[in-house]
């Protein structure tokens, strides 16, 4: 029953590889977000796609590229890893209306780029 | 550019006692304010939220808004060792909330028993 979640939680490999990070909501909302968390513990906006439309891209490399292929997902490819691209990266969702914008966080994806 | 503002601590509060944590944004037609807490390792958990000045309760926690002057606060009363965890300051600026959270830094929060 886990509001959000993301699929892997840990996820290591070289430089210059493509890789993927699943999430998946099941709480009907209709707002997801990607946040990066960098080694300093600063926790930033990424993306936010609502009902399939981004809605912004906050000066991310464009080699990071959301893809919603529904409501209840958001998954975020990464092409040509950089070693600047480790970091825990959180999913979040939220319902535009409902108690404000309250938003809930997955477990996090622990990125190490070798 | 908007930023939030908390001091890092370390804040150390003896168990018992009443923590108060800090936050102040830049932003000033923000409309959403929320305070997360953090345990090394895991994901930000929403504890409280507050959208209008003054006071808002819930259990041991208190969050106050003071719009004028751009300031947020987090009182923990009773404070428990389990609550050391980094308290995160989060703001929903003027652009809404499909803007995303913008954070602060977080206060790291120990609690001496």
């Known amino acids: 029953d886990t509001a959000v979640s993301q699929t892997p939680k840990y996820l290591v490999t070289q430089m210059g590889n493509d890789k993927s990070i699943k999430c998946e909501q099941n709480l009907g909302h209709d707002t997801m977000y990607w946040y990066k968390q960098d080694s300093k513990k600063f926790l930033k906006i990424m993306f936010s796609?609502?009902?399939?439309?981004?809605?912004i891209n906050e000066t991310v490399p464009n080699r990071f590229s959301p893809k919603s292929p529904d409501k209840a997902h958001l998954n975020l490819h990464i092409n040509s890893l950089e070693l600047g691209d480790s970091a825990v990266y959180f999913c979040?969702?939220?319902?535009?209306?409902?108690?404000?914008?309250?938003?809930?966080f997955g477990p996090g994806t622990r990125l190490t780029v070798l | 550019q908007k930023e939030v503002e908390q001091n890092s601590g370390p804040l150390s509060v003896p168990e018992g006692a009443i923590a108060s944590l800090n936050c102040t944004y830049s932003?000033?037609?923000?409309?959403?304010f929320f305070w997360y807490r953090q345990y090394s390792g895991k994901s930000p958990e929403l504890i409280m939220s507050?959208?209008?000045?003054g006071d808002k309760e819930d259990g041991r926690f208190t969050a106050q808004l003071n719009k004028a002057s751009q300031y947020v606060s987090l009182l923990i009363r009773d404070s428990q060792p389990s609550d050391s965890a980094t308290y995160l300051c989060a703001v929903i600026g003027s652009g809404g909330g499909a803007d995303g959270l913008t954070f602060g830094k977080g206060t790291h929060l120990i609690i001496q028993p």
């Open positions: 932003d000033r037609g923000s409309q959403s």
């Open positions: 796609y609502n009902n399939k439309e981004l809605i």
């Open positions: 507050i959208y209008s000045n």
């Open positions: 979040a969702s939220s319902q535009e209306g409902l108690a404000g914008t309250e938003q809930f």
